[in-house]
């Protein structure tokens, strides 16, 4: 007995050991966005992932497709894939994740109205092998899947996931705090846990970072990059890019004629806006997602080069006013960009009014009622399925389109999109995303992307920060650690 208690102190102050000097970050942040209460709760899941839950397939930075929960899948035929799960994977609360849980939490998740698929149904093949089938054949299942807004939760908890952080505490609009899961499956926290702290206002998110009240600043206003960069104390990290900033044009009124449309498009000059705004960081091509997630496909899509003669020919002459609504995922995300559009597009002939909404509710409200002309968004993708972004936004069948009335790409969009879904490759499936994106931009101009930012992110030097992933949604926060003084 004297022998086994001296083995467990060993053990207790060798794990000790290990986490001397470690200590919880404090992350600022901007908005707190999440919803509290009812079925669609998602506090630490979106908009920021906390990594309280775990999908069942994931991806890398490049949006390649790599197992999370599920080791491997494969596709039965009849439309059902079959998903074979680690075992050993437990909940937050002990309990065991099996095929069961899984499908008790795709279920709660439909039930809520916010699941990402749609499915016929859901069998539990074995403890740990389940299959989905779903209306259609979907070959694209197991790269939508990688949504962490899919990410399973124990269908009688909320907070309660495998991921390698355990939730601890929210208080609305204040802060969320997390602890490292000592249990994890996999590699576990290096840190012992985090505080995100929800700093709306940039001044004071920025206030709080340089006073050291916070390790990192995660929502790192553009701004004030060359401060930051300047500043010798801290560090400044950059994702590949990842994000698309970019206009949604309405097809009413003046918009209703392609001409206006491509001109619009020839007034803006996107280098000196992402001179200006960016500093350069960002990439101008002419789509909608990153050409490293496109490969040499971005090159089906043409750049519509600035061209002040090239708008003169299109306008003949006509006087043209918009109005222009600033506002995906706020007005504050989008910074002076507004203003740099109007004034490119005035010098063109092209009256523009602005309106700046900072709440996503009340700006898709403005675009089902049809109150604008041009829309100011900026997006992430947040799965490896590269259709996800073009459907959601231009399909006839899209949340877009079908529920907020924007408009929707023509025909043989919808075509290259059911092709993408189809498809048996990853080649396959690039290339006919990138032909699709070619329709809704080179051919009926629905969309006129400005640029395609990294994701960036400043941090107090004791911070150890790993390769960053290009959207906010996906990054590794369980990865992050913080030395201090022992």
């Not at 007995?1 to 060798?14: D, N, Y």
């Not at 200006?276 to 040499?296: K, N, V, Y």
């Not at 003949?316 to 597009?345: C, D, R, T, Y």
């Not at 993708?381 to 924007?406: C, I, M, V, W």
Request: glycine share 6%; proline share 5%.
């Amino acid at each position: 007995m004297k022998k086994m208690l001296l083995l467990v102190l060993a053990a207790l102050l060798l794990a000790a050991a290990a986490h001397a000097g470690e200590s919880k970050l404090t992350v600022a942040l901007g908005k707190d966005e999440y919803i509290t209460s009812g079925p669609r709760t998602n506090i630490g899941k979106y908009p920021l992932n906390a990594n309280i839950f775990e999908s069942l397939t994931t991806f890398d930075p490049h949006f390649r497709l790599l197992p999370c929960l599920a080791e491997s899948w494969s596709y039965q035929g009849n439309k059902t894939w079959r998903f074979n799960f680690r075992k050993g994977v437990r909940f937050h609360d002990g309990s065991l994740l099996n095929a069961a849980a899984v499908r008790r939490s795709f279920e709660k998740q439909a039930e809520s109205g916010t699941m990402l698929f749609q499915y016929e149904k859901i069998s539990e093949v074995a403890e740990f092998v389940l299959d989905i089938t779903t209306p259609e054949e979907n070959l694209l299942l197991p790269y939508i899947l990688s949504h962490p807004y899919l990410g399973i939760v124990k269908a009688d908890n909320a907070t309660i996931g495998t991921g390698p952080f355990k939730f601890v505490r929210h208080e609305k609009d204040q802060l969320l705090e997390v602890g490292r899961n000592e249990d994890y499956w996999g590699e576990k926290a290096k840190s012992a846990g985090i505080i995100f702290r929800f700093l709306p206002d940039n001044s004071a998110r920025m206030m709080a970072f340089q006073a050291g009240e916070a390790d990192v600043l995660a929502d790192l206003p553009w701004e004030v990059l060359p401060d930051v960069q300047a500043n010798g104390s801290v560090v400044l990290h950059k994702s590949p890019v990842g994000s698309y900033v970019g206009l949604m044009l309405s097809l009413h009124g003046p918009l209703a004629d392609k001409d206006i449309r491509r001109a619009i498009s020839a007034s803006i000059d996107r280098k000196a806006i992402s001179k200006a705004l960016w500093h350069d960081l960002g990439e101008t091509r002419q789509t909608m997602l990153a050409p490293s997630f496109l490969g040499a496909d971005a090159e089906l899509i043409a750049d519509v080069a600035y061209d002040p003669l090239k708008v003169k020919e299109l306008l003949q002459g006509k006087k043209v006013q918009l109005s222009l609504v600033s506002g995906f995922p706020n007005a504050n995300a989008h910074g002076m960009l507004p203003e740099l559009l109007q004034a490119q597009l005035q010098a063109a002939g092209i009256e523009v009014a602005i309106q700046k909404i900072n709440d996503a509710g009340l700006y898709h409200s403005l675009m089902k009622e049809g109150k604008g002309d041009l829309w100011l968004e900026r997006g992430n993708l947040n799965s490896a399925d590269l259709t996800f972004l073009p459907h959601l936004l231009f399909h006839q069948e899209g949340f877009y389109p079908k529920q907020l009335r924007t408009a929707a790409g023509n025909a043989a969009f919808a075509g290259f999109i059911a092709k993408a879904r189809q498809a048996q490759s990853d080649d396959e499936l690039r290339k006919n995303t990138a032909l699709a994106l070619r329709e809704i931009i080179n051919q009926d101009m629905l969309f006129i992307p400005i640029a395609e930012l990294p994701f960036l992110l400043a941090a107090q030097k004791n911070v150890q920060t790993p390769e960053l992933h290009p959207t906010l949604l996906a990054v590794r926060w369980a990865a992050f650690s913080k030395q201090t003084d022992k």
